[in-house]
């Protein structure tokens, strides 16, 4: 059974602060990661994509992937209200399941 | 990013009738598209695998007598909920990847099914 775990939270932190989300996964060979955005009523939106090792950038986001310690992480720099939602970690299936697995996802709460 | 669009966005019904909802892919070929259900501050459950031209895969614990998946052409994908009942009040998300396999998948805008 793959899994991706994640914190479910809320992690509340004040804006303009660095949020930090992270995820790790059971499949030693999944080679593809991704991080979705879920607004309250509203259908998650990709965000990042990853596949090597270390860090990618994309405006305020960074998204961090360690395969050894098979987890990674996503970076929100200067906070903002509008990034309260809920985070969702996927991942790529090694083999079998052609379809990422999610993470129950990390509500992320942005105060003022 | 690839577009999927999903309607209805909101769809209230009677107990007892059948509701569809469809699913295109608008700017890429998806022979493959997925659906995805989500109950109030829970996490996406994966009900099905819609596949173009051949039957639908489900995931255990779904019926799928109930929820009907057709994948008749490479940009369209419909889940019909027969016979709703009050509990199959869900959000209904169809998402679909122009990559292939284990890649990004991007999502429609999803249906609010309330049965009344």
């Known amino acids: 059974q793959k899994e991706v775990e994640q914190n479910s939270g809320p992690l509340s932190v004040p804006e303009g602060a660095i949020a930090s989300l992270n995820c790790t996964y059971s499949?030693?060979?999944?080679?593809?990661f991704f991080w979705y955005r879920q607004y309250s009523g509203k259908s998650p939106e990709l965000i990042m994509s990853?596949?090597?090792?270390g860090d990618k950038e994309d405006g305020r986001f960074t998204a961090q992937l360690n395969k050894a310690s098979q987890y990674v992480s996503l970076l929100i720099r200067d906070s903002q209200p509008s990034d309260s939602a809920t985070y969702l970690c996927?991942?790529?299936?090694?083999?079998?399941?052609?379809?990422?697995?999610f993470g129950r996802g990390t509500s992320l709460i942005v105060h003022p | 990013g690839a577009v999927v669009s999903q309607h209805p966005s909101r769809v209230i019904c009677k107990s007892g009738t059948s509701v569809k909802i469809e699913c295109r892919s608008l700017?890429?070929?998806?022979?493959?598209m997925f659906w995805y259900r989500q109950f109030p501050k829970q996490s996406l459950m994966l009900m099905a695998t819609?596949?173009?031209?051949?039957?639908?895969?489900?995931e255990q614990g779904v019926e799928k007598d109930k929820f009907l998946i057709n994948h008749a052409s490479l940009t369209l994908s419909t889940l019909t909920v027969t016979s709703a009942h009050p509990e199959d009040s869900s959000f209904y998300i169809c998402?679909?990847?122009?990559?292939?396999?284990?890649?990004?998948?991007?999502f429609g805008s999803g249906t609010q099914l309330s049965v009344l």
């Open positions: 700017d890429f070929q998806a022979t493959t």
């Open positions: 996927a991942v790529g299936s090694s083999g079998g399941s052609y379809i990422p697995t």
């Open positions: 499949d030693r060979g999944s080679q593809s």
């Open positions: 998402s679909a990847s122009p990559t292939g396999p284990n890649e990004k998948l991007f």
């Open positions: 819609s596949n173009e031209g051949s039957k639908a895969t489900y």
């Open positions: 990853i596949y090597s090792n």
